[in-house]
């Protein structure tokens, strides 16, 4: 594997939307939250109709929901259970839970996971008998990127580590970020320091490059990742932005400027689909693929220009949290 730095931007990733539960408090919605909320509104109805399948907006609610580690902690249904392993690409796989997966990419010099699930019994559970589904070989993982360092994502990581001899790439504010009380039980240990991901960092894996950009907010050193994949062998260029808004005020204000530096990487390297390891709808949409007939389009290859939406959609919903927040710390 070589690493290099990014020479030609590389990018994607995506909104977990926003689901509000329960009401702006008693407040009124200051006007300029007003202005991104309807500015966001406008846009999921427009992808909704381009797509042709529901894209959420957000409201002021979203400003009112548990902090991330609170939302993580207590859900624990559907964290044993299994989803088929799915293709989603060539020589491109989703491996995991209905929640939260792994994406196992082939390259020429063995197998790369983007994420490693909860623990070593999704590991055990989960990913061997999937992988044995797939005619793939665990001993193949070579190379493990964690998007960022929270349970569901870096749990599984240390007991491929120790079982099988991967690599595990993780930022360094994310291998500091230290499991608290609040988090799920289900979350496997942290990796221990392996290998460090950088801004802007290329890793050339055999025939297969990832582009790594630095995208703050959900967690300090949030990665999402950019690569370039085929579909039934016509190029496009995948981006994996995993992680959903947080609702403090820096952190919500440093996601809204991640969304906007991710925006010019990924026009300038032309991504038009956007995948996450949570990969929600997306599952449905897959597995309606795999047994459409030939020649159907791919659901998950939106275009340049609706990826770019999706983009300015997840940070209109971004802007309208941090002012959304600061109107209730008043
Ligand atoms: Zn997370």
Partial sequence: MKRGSMSVAVAAGLLAAVLP??????????????VHLDAAKTLAAKLTAKLNRP???????MADRPTLDERDGPIVKDRMTGTAPLKVFDDVYYV?????????IKTSEGLVLIDSLYNKANIQNILIPSF????????DIKHIFITHGHGDHDGGAQYLRDTYGAHVYLSDEDYALPRNKNNSPDWGPKPTRDQVLKDGEVLKV?????????????????????????VDGVPHIAANWTG????????????????AKFKMVTAK?????????????????????????????HPL?????????????????ANAMVSLLKAKAK
């Fill in 55 to 61: 894209i959420r907006a957000c409201n002021a609610s």
């Fill in 206 to 230: 055999g025939d297969r490059t990832f582009t790594f950009v630095k995208v703050p907010g959900h967690t300090p050193g949030m990665m999402a990742i950019i690569f370039p994949v085929t």
């Fill in 301 to 317: 290859v939106i275009g340049e220009e609706n990826y770019q939406d999706l983009l300015t959609l997840s940070g209109e919903c």
């Fill in 96 to 104: 995991g839970l209905p929640g939260v997966g792994t994406y196992v």
């Fill in 21 to 34: 539960a329960i009401a702006f408090g008693q407040k009124s919605v200051p006007v300029d939250a007003q």
């Fill in 269 to 297: 390297a032309h991504a038009d689909i956007a995948i996450s390891d949570h990969a929600g709808s997306d599952l449905k949409l897959l597995a309606d693929y795999a047994k459409a007939p030939p020649g159907t389009k």
């Fill in 244 to 259: 959903g808004l947080p609702n403090q005020v820096k952190a919500a204000q440093a996601f809204a400027d991640s969304v």
């Fill in 132 to 139: 044995k589904t797939l005619g793939l070989d665990p001993k």
